[in-house]
């Protein structure tokens, strides 16, 4: 059902808009930062090792064989690198590639689905909030990964309404594959618990025919079956194994010390894909009167995705920010829905609703002001951080904070003032464009402003004593704490046959708040103190 009026109206490109900022939003700046610890280095020095070795079948860390992920985002980042250089900018270019891609996909998806106004608010909703804008600005593997998901997701629901399509439902099944080959089995276990919920909460009982699900098996097989195979004949069953016990451990343990409070993913999603987020709880509610069935069967599926996604990594014990990113889909559909609805007067906002969005409006804009402030007084900061000694240690790093970077905090006041003014006025679909317009543009100048002046305190001085033995036959470690950055960005040559990894000079680093790990190594001499780090070499 066409709207003939407001955003909808017209002749407007919109595909065009969507690409136009996607390249904008999404790919300047991307290579102005270094890669920072765990993930985004951890990967991209797989990737640098595929091509260092022309090994590109078997997955490695440190030229050692590494089980933790499948390989297709590595393949990704090895085309991106063979075109750009072995750099950030190569590195997380396939996430920004794949964002302008989610842009449209959004849009045509949600005019096919609803119509075209809806499809504008679920792209518009996805590219303004702030998480998700983030998130296609990084090198890590799950924008793919959620993509293949939410796609085998849609293809599978296709495959029902068009009265069980053998074609949709192996679609389904080799979409999932993908997931798979780009991080593991959550992929086809989050399609599956999906379908499943639906199963038992819809009033269509036909979500999981015998047909679709051997055809969706199929599909798995055919993609993730084929490089699992031909890694198990060439290296037998030991990745394979270790695969799999790792990803039990992902499920069971909180792995690398990655921990969290049961509500972690609840509280990441609210604020973190703000405003959509708050639109979003809205849409949380049983089917209107005015509502058509199919289109509260659409939504009824967000909803169970987003629980499924929220309950699942709440249930796991590794509590990570990007766990949940797979909600970020679902969520922007039920912030346009709740949209379009109040803009068809359908709807109406509740007053605990529009509380809950000027706290977290106003919570951001606090954060932005008192970031910059903390770091033009950051002597005054570092005297409370007593009891964090490698912190205290890295605030001594020398970063200028130029009352530019109050721009952030401005801009999102701005926005949030104008889209206000505009409320009042009535003007209801200028507002809505207005806001996640702005908080897309907001995403990008406090990355600008901000991410930079955070590396350098994190992690800068060490990552420049690693470039500058770049290329160089040395061995490097850390100690006491684990970290990737020194194989990417020393660059570590694969190792020589004729000469054991032993004969080469030995560097060591130690991070301030595991000094008194010292005692253990006398043989060490340090070479200097820097920002945190405690750089040593083995005479």
């Known amino acids: 059902m066409e709207q003939s009026k407001g955003v909808a109206s017209g002749r407007v490109p919109w595909i065009w808009l969507f690409i136009l900022a996607g390249v ?5 700046f991307i290579g102005g930062v270094s890669l920072f610890d765990w993930d985004e280095i951890n990967f991209a020095e797989v990737s640098r090792e595929m091509i260092v070795s022309c090994d590109y079948l078997n997955i490695q860390m440190n030229f050692q064989p590494f089980f933790e992920k499948p390989p297709f985002f590595f393949w990704l980042q090895v085309l991106c690198m063979k075109v750009f250089g072995v750099n950030e900018f190569a590195a997380r270019l396939p996430n920004a590639l794949v964002g302008i891609f989610v842009l449209v996909f959004l849009f045509k998806l949600g005019s096919r689905w609803i119509d075209k106004r809806f499809g504008i608010f679920w792209a518009l909703s996805y590219m303004g909030s702030v998480l998700p ?4 600005k990084s090198g890590i593997i ?5 993509l293949f998901i939410f796609s085998g997701i849609v293809a599978w629901v296709e495959g029902i309404r068009h009265k069980n399509s053998s074609k949709l439902f192996l679609i389904s099944g080799l979409l999932s594959g993908l997931a798979i080959l780009t991080k593991g089995p959550v ?8 379908m499943l919920c639906m199963q038992l909460f819809s009033k269509n009982k036909s979500y999981l025919p015998i047909k679709g699900i051997l055809l969706f098996i199929l599909g798995n097989t055919l993609v993730a079956g084929i490089w699992f195979g031909i890694n198990l004949l060439t290296n037998g069953p030991d990745f394979i194994m270790a695969f799999v016990k790792y990803q039990v451990e992902l499920l069971t343990q909180s792995v690398a010390g990655h921990k969290g409070f049961p509500g972690y993913h609840f509280v990441v999603v609210l604020f973190g894909v703000f405003p959509a987020s708050v639109f979003a709880l809205a849409g949380l509610r049983k089917k209107l009167p005015t509502e058509e069935d199919h289109l509260y069967q659409l939504r009824l599926l967000m909803m169970v995705l987003t629980g499924v996604v929220l309950i699942l990594f709440s249930i796991v014990q590794s509590k990570i920010v990007h766990y949940s990113s797979m909600a970020y889909y679902p969520i922007s559909f039920l912030s346009a829905w709740a949209i379009c ?8 906002w509740k007053a605990w609703l529009k509380n809950i969005g000027y ?6 804009c606090v954060v932005l002001i008192v970031l910059p402030l903390a770091g033009q007084n950051i002597h005054v900061l570092r005297d409370s951080f007593q009891f964090d000694a490698f912190s205290m240690a890295a605030m001594t790093a020398q970063v200028s904070w130029p009352h530019t970077t109050y721009l952030p905090a401005l801009w999102m006041i701005a926005t949030l003032v104008v889209f206000m003014i505009l409320w009042k006025r009535g003007s209801f679909e200028k507002g809505f464009i207005l806001l996640f317009s702005g908080v897309a543009v907001f995403v990008t100048i406090a990355l600008i402003s901000f991410i930079g002046r955070i590396e350098r305190y994190s992690q800068h001085a060490a990552i420049e004593f690693y470039e500058s033995k770049a290329g160089q036959h040395v061995e490097i470690r850390t100690l006491g704490y684990k970290s990737y950055a020194h194989y990417f960005y020393a660059k570590k040559p694969a190792p020589l046959a004729d000469k054991p990894k032993e004969d080469n000079p030995h560097f060591y680093v130690l991070r301030e708040d595991k000094r008194h790990q010292l005692e253990k190594y006398p043989e060490l001499r340090i070479l200097y103190e820097k920002n945190g780090f405690i750089f040593f070499e083995k005479p």
């Open 187 to 194: 992929g086809p276990l989050l399609i599956g618990l999906t």
């Open 133 to 136: 804008a983030l998130y296609h």
């Open 359 to 364: 706290g977290i409006a106003g919570l951001i």
């Open 341 to 348: 609805q109040f803009l068809d007067g359908h709807l109406h």
């Open 142 to 146: 799950d924008p793919w990964f959620n």
């Open 24 to 28: 904008v939003l999404y790919i300047p």
